[in-house]
């Protein structure tokens, strides 16, 4: 079974850290994704990437950043986390070819005070 | 670009009763539409795709879903609802012209009651 995971399930921060959202898929899938999901507003794209250092905005790029320097891994960075960043964060993998499901990880609940 | 819209974020059923879940995309090249699942705590689980194949798809759990392109509707049914069928649905839809990065509803939320 494809297996993405993600190292946290729950994480505080305080406002204005650095925070590393780190996510591993073990099924050497090509895109990888990062989506946050708020109550109302469902899952939004934040950055994705289809190949080793390469990325791409998604729908909401502001204030985040992305590094994908093995093919395996995706991490999510926040450079100054502020509490509008609140939110359950999820990462996903698929082998970037269309109609091909994406498999997710459990989520990280990030709250940042 | 492509989107879905989910009409209704909170549906009812009662135990045994059919489910709708309705999911209207709009996309302008030939879309694959997905439904995913999630349950409290977790991550999403996929339910059932459609690929160009068969408009009449066919996932897990007993649910399945019709593609029609005059209506641009994938509406996501399943005849009789079981409690553990509560859960948060989404839509999605994907694109060659997006990466196929998928684009997801707002979901909708599905209680059944006893």
């Known amino acids: 079974d494809v297996k993405v995971t993600q190292s946290s399930r729950y994480l505080v921060k305080r406002t204005g850290e650095k925070v590393f959202l780190e996510c591993v898929q073990d099924?050497?899938?090509?895109?990888m994704f990062w989506y946050r999901q708020d109550p109302g507003l469902g899952l939004r794209l934040i950055y994705f990437?289809?190949?080793?250092?390469?990325?791409e905005k998604g729908d909401i790029p502001e204030g985040y950043s992305v590094s994908r320097e093995k093919k395996e891994r995706f991490s999510l960075i926040l450079e100054s986390a502020s509490t509008n960043q609140t939110s359950m964060y999820l990462c996903?993998?698929?082998?970037?070819?269309?109609?091909?499901?994406?498999?997710f990880g459990q989520g990280t609940r990030l709250t940042v005070v | 670009a492509q989107s879905v819209t989910q009409l209704g974020s909170h549906v009812s059923v009662s135990e045994g009763a059919l489910v709708l879940l309705r999911c209207n995309y709009s996309?302008?090249?030939?879309?694959?539409l997905f439904w995913y699942v999630q349950y409290p705590n977790q991550g999403l689980q996929l339910l059932l795709k459609y690929t160009s194949a068969a408009t009449l798809v066919k996932g897990i759990n007993g649910f399945e879903a019709e593609f029609k392109k005059s209506e641009t509707s994938f509406h996501l049914t399943k005849p009789s609802a079981h409690m553990s069928d509560a859960a948060e649905y989404f839509c999605a839809v994907s694109a060659s012209n997006s990466g196929y990065a998928l684009n997801f509803g707002k979901g909708t939320s599905l209680l059944v009651t006893p």
């Open positions: 996903a993998s698929d082998p970037a070819r269309g109609g091909t499901e994406a498999f």
């Open positions: 099924m050497d899938h090509e895109n």
């Open positions: 996309s302008s090249v030939p879309p694959y």
């Open positions: 990437s289809y190949d080793v250092k390469m990325k």
